[in-house]
């Protein structure tokens, strides 16, 4: 299947780095895997030997704690590549990816891909490229965890979902064209659905968000970004 790149209203392809020609060797050695959804593609502690490139669909990133909670750390979309490879040793999943809608997957093994990165060493630097673009997205998040607890890594996550789902309305508010559950949201940041609820209900009595038909609409996108110190990174960075 030959991918052709398309326009979203948000954050580029992960992709981006990638020549056109260079894409085009890797989309040369992948396995067209079709997926349902909620379907798992791997789990935490599985052999960690591939990479995933979504042709279509959409596909979320989970951690689980000892307690069975789930964290949720990307959500991959049409164009995007994921997955992990350990350049030194065979590796083991740290994370388990599931499809949360019916799927279209390239796969690209280890081994095939280390062959083609040997011959060609541009696609070498570019594969360095998305590395340290995936690198950056993970370190982004967990600092909106850590250093500004909870109220900041829930404003951080509106801010992303704004840049991935965000259609632009009237007098500089931005709808958010994706309907999640309080539970969901909870997930994004390793929260409970009550103190999602509190934290939402606190932002709607300020006059940030409001709920437009179990929308939640952006009114004022720039108390989001005090409360988080948003450092405003470029639209491939911040990101759901």
């Known amino acids: 299947m030959l991918f052709t790149p398309v326009n979203h209203e948000g954050p580029v392809q992960n992709t981006k780095f990638f020549s056109r020609a260079n894409f085009k060797l890797l989309t040369g050695i992948m396995h067209e895997c079709k997926l349902p959804a909620h379907s798992h593609i791997f789990m935490e502690g599985e052999s960690s030997d591939k990479l995933y490139f979504l042709y279509?669909?959409?596909?979320k990133?989970?951690?689980?704690?000892e307690n069975g909670k789930e964290f949720v750390l990307y959500v991959f979309r049409e164009g995007d590549m994921f997955g992990h490879l350990d350049p030194f040793h065979d590796a083991k999943q740290s994370f388990s990816a599931k499809t949360t809608e019916d799927c279209v997957l390239g796969i690209l093994h280890r081994t095939d891909l280390e062959l083609l990165l040997?011959?060609?060493s541009q696609l070498s630097l570019e594969m360095m490229k998305w590395m340290g673009l995936m690198h950056?997205?993970?370190?982004t998040k967990f600092r909106d965890l850590?250093?500004?607890g909870k109220p900041g890594?829930?404003?951080s996550t509106l801010i992303r979902l704004a840049n991935c789902y965000g259609v632009p309305q009237q007098g500089g508010s931005i709808l958010i064209n994706l309907k999640l559950t309080h539970s969901e949201l909870a997930d994004y940041i390793g929260s409970t659905r009550e103190s999602v609820n509190r934290m939402l209900n606190d932002l709607k009595r300020k006059q940030v968000l409001a709920f437009p038909d179990g929308y939640i609409r952006i009114d004022d996108i720039g108390y989001l970004k005090d409360v988080c110190s948003c450092e405003n990174c470029p639209v491939e960075i911040c990101r759901i």
Not at 61 to 65: D, L, P, Q
Not at 136 to 139: F, L, M, V, W
């Open 56 to 59: 279509s669909g959409r596909v």
């Open 61 to 65: 990133i989970t951690k689980s704690t």
């Open 118 to 120: 040997w011959q060609h």
């Open 136 to 139: 950056r997205i993970t370190q």
């Open 146 to 148: 850590m250093l500004y």
């Open 153 to 155: 890594a829930l404003c």
